[in-house]
């Protein structure tokens, strides 16, 4: 991973490569990111960057020994830990990290952003509880108390230390007194789970949100996604990238095109365009119509952001913009907030696993009355 394939966050960037340069790296850091904001992709650029012989233009260079072999992460000195599960028909206090690495090589190469739910349906452990347990824990002892085997330096990354239970409390030797060179990063998403003895001995390094531009960026360029579609993709992903390249892989649809259209089958009220209608949106999955109705909201939320403020500065696109002006002299602020309640209430609703047309058919009727009336 290089730091240029992260977008964005370059204080947090530019404060991590100043440290190596002036050889002041804190032995302890805890990198703390939202699911999808790009932690782990930062700590493994990052170890990347501390090993490269040839670093060049603020990046490692991808090319020399230690390039070749970080970036396919089978660095012998790069160790990894994270949450695991039984492995086939070893006991649960036998198995460690290192049963699951051709797995963890395989879904860092896939998608370095992925979230801990998909980690775990990636290594088939989607109904297990995962943690990190003492004979891990025992391991990294050992593992960072050796030479190192092809670099001067040795790091650790830890992807959620949310998941160590108070075994955690046997690293805290190794965090407050490290060996020479060794470094060690944990890679959390939720500091409030994170055991306090360990969180008070580390530096915290916050890593923000993407913004919505870095996010629509990385589509077009990454995911060959147009960019008014990018745009309202990266609107929906509230600064989660993982969650953005999920809704660009689940979506054919244009959303806005589909709020549109039921907006004026609901002004019309026709029953049998409704039932058209209500049976294509049955048809999606419900992660899709999750989305859809996510869109929903985010377009009457920023609606009634346009509508207080009297200003165009609001996170839509043109062809959304146009559509909201259009709006405004059918829709006012208290109708859009009594859709904004409709809509919530309908996430939750799916959430639930209600039965969906019957949902829609009243929704439906509902958002007409409101529209007509004066
Ligand atoms: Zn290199």
Known sequence: ??????????????????????????????????????????????????????????????????????????????????????????????????????????????????STREWLLHINA???????????????????????????????????????????????????????????????ENQDHILQTILSRCQLVKIPNFEPHEISDYLIRHQQIPAHKAQQIANLADGNLNQALNISKNEATDYSDMLISWLRISYKSDPVEINKWISGIADMGKDEQKNFFEYGLHFFRQFIYKNLTKSNDVNLTQKELDTANKMESIIDL????????????????INRNINIKIMLFSDTLTIGELIRKK
């Open 334 to 349: 208290s109708k859009a907030e009594a859709i904004v309640a409709l809509l919530n209430e309908a996430v939750e609703n």
């Open 126 to 188: 989607e109904n297990n509880l995962p943690n990190i347990n003492v004979k891990e824990c025992n391991d990294i002892m050992h593992k960072l108390n050796m030479m190192s085997y092809e670099s001067e330096n040795k790091i650790l990354i830890m992807w959620l230390p949310e998941y160590l239970g108070s075994e955690g409390n046997r690293l805290l030797k190794l965090i407050e007194e490290p060996t020479d060179n060794t470094y060690i990063i944990l890679v959390a």
């Open 1 to 114: 991973m290089f730091f240029k394939d992260i977008a964005g966050k370059s204080e947090v960037k530019s404060n991590l490569k100043r440290n190596v340069e002036k050889n002041r790296i804190p032995h302890a850091q805890i990198f703390l990111a939202r699911e999808g904001c790009g932690g782990l992709p930062m700590a493994l650029a990052f170890a990347s960057y501390l090993m490269c012989e040839n670093k060049t233009d603020g990046d490692s260079c991808g090319e020399c020994n230690q390039c070749i072999k970080s970036h396919k992460f089978v660095h012998p000195d790069i160790h990894f830990s994270f949450p695991v599960v039984k492995f086939g028909d070893k006991k649960r206090a036998e198995t460690t990290s290192d049963d699951f690495l051709p797995k963890w090589r395989e879904i860092l190469t896939d998608n370095p952003f992925m």
